[in-house]
C-alpha cells in the first residue's frame, strides 16, 4: 500500500502536471481538428491532426497544411484557443483555476510555479496570475486593434486577433499563405509584430518588472529610479545583444548576397525582423528557402538561443546562453567564478546550464540523424544535397518552437512528422522540466567515488 502510494506520489509531482496537461490538450485539439466541423478542404489525416494540435499548443508554427484556406473558421479558432493556452502555459492556467476555485494553495504547488515564472518561492500566486491574464489579453488586445487600423482589408477584426495572439506568444502562425511577407516593406505593420514578439519572449517576471519600473518612473518623477532585479537585467541586455547581432548578420548576408531584389529600406527592416522573429516567433517576411546560407546558419544559432525563461519561447533561453557564455569567458580569464555584471552564477545555476545545454546538443544531433534516415537515408550524397541543412533547420526550428521552415515540414514522412511532435513538445515544455522531473525520480547515492584527475584536450 505504502509502495503504490509512493509511486503515485512520484508520477504527479508539480513538475510533471504540465506534462499531463499539456498531452491533454494537444489530445483534445487533434480530435476536434479531425472532424469535418474544423475543415474547409477535404478531410485531414490523423498525423496532421496531431501535428498541428502540437504545433499550435507548443507555440510552435510549423505547418502541414495552409492553415488559412485548409481550416474552417471553427478549425482557426480551435488553433486560436490551442496557441493561447500553450502561450501563457497550462501551468499557470491550472494554478489560476486551482487558486480561485480553493482561494488556497499548497506550498508545493506555490514554490514550483515560482521558481519556474519569478524565481521568488514566496510570492502571491494568485495576485500574480490575475495581474499575468489581463495584462496578456490587454497587450494582445491593443495590438490586435493597431493591426485592424492600420490595413482593415485584410486584417479584419478576427484576423487581427489570431495574428496579434500568435504574435504575442510567439506561434508563428499565420492565416496568410505567405505569412508576412506581402507586408515586408511596411514599418508600422513589423514594428507591431516586432513589438508583440518582444515582449511574449521576455517573459512574465520581467513584464511585470519593466511595468512596474514604468509606473514608479512616471508617477515619482522626484524620487530614485526603480532598479530592476539582477535576473531582468540579464534577459533584457542578452535580448538586445543578440537582436542586434542577428539584424547585422542577417543584413550583411543578404543584402551583399543580392537575394530578393529589394530596396535598401526593406533589407534593413527584413533584416531586423527576421533576428526578431527567427529566435522564436515563426513568422517571416523574407522567403526562407531562398536565403543564404550564412543567414539560415546564424538563424539556427538564435533559434537554439530562444526567448527567457518564463516566457512563450522556446530554445535553452538567453539566461542559459548568458551564463554559456559568461563560463567560457571566466575560463579564458582565469577566473573561479562565472561573472554575468554584478554577480557571480552559484553552482547549481551553472550545473543545469551545462546539463542543459548538452541535453539540447543531444536531442538536437539525434533528431538530426533519425531525420536523415527517414527523409532519404538510402540518397547518396550528390542527390541528397542541401537536405541536411535543410534538416538541421527544420530540427532546430522545432526545439525552439520557432516555426520557421524551408519548406520541409509538408514534405516530411510519417516518422519524420513523429520526431518533430516529439522535438516541439520537448522544446515547449523545457527540456530543464523534463531533467526535473528525472531528477524527481532518481535516488540519491549515499556514497561518494575516489577522485582523480584525467588528461583534458
Known sequence: MAMNFMRKKSLFTPFSLPVYFFSLTIMAGTVLLHHPISLAKGPISWIDALFTATSATCVTGLIVVDTGSFFSPFGQSVILVLIQLGGLGIMT???????????????????????????????????????????????????????????????????????????????????????????????????????????????????????????????????????????SHVVLSTTAFLILFGWIAIFWAEFFGQQHNLSLSEYILSSLFQSVTCRTAGFNTLDIGHMTHVSMLIMILLMFVGGSPGSCAGGIKTTTFRGLLSLAVSNILGRKQCVIGKFALDEKSLNKVITLVIFAIVLIFTSTLLLLISEGGDLPHPEAKGQFLEILFEVVSAFGTVGLSTGLTPKLTFWGKCIIIFLMFVGRLGPIVFLTLLQSWQTKERFSWPESSLLIG
Not at 137 to 154: C, K, N, Q, S, T
Request: proline share 4%; hydrophobic share 50%.
Open 93 to 231: 492556467y491550472t494554478s489560476l483555476v486551482f487558486y480561485l476555485w480553493r482561494k488556497k494553495i499548497t506550498i508545493t504547488d506555490r514554490i514550483a510555479v515560482g521558481q519556474s515564472l519569478l524565481h521568488d518561492p514566496s510570492f502571491h500566486l494568485g495576485k500574480f496570475l490575475q495581474q499575468l491574464i489581463i495584462a496578456v489579453l490587454v497587450i494582445e488586445l491593443l495590438g490586435a486593434i493597431v493591426l485592424y487600423f492600420l490595413d482593415p482589408r485584410f486584417f479584419s477584426p478576427f484576423s487581427a486577433v489570431f495574428h496579434s495572439v500568435s504574435a504575442f506568444c510567439n506561434a508563428g502562425f499565420s492565416l496568410f499563405s505567405q505569412s508576412l511577407m506581402p507586408w515586408r516593406s511596411s514599418w508600422t505593420v513589423n514594428l507591431v509584430f516586432i513589438i508583440l514578439i518582444i515582449l511574449g519572449g521576455l517573459g512574465f517576471a520581467v513584464l511585470v518588472e519593466l511595468k512596474q519600473a514604468f509606473s514608479f518612473t512616471f508617477y515619482n518623477s522626484r524620487k530614485p529610479r526603480y532598479k530592476i532585479s539582477w535576473q
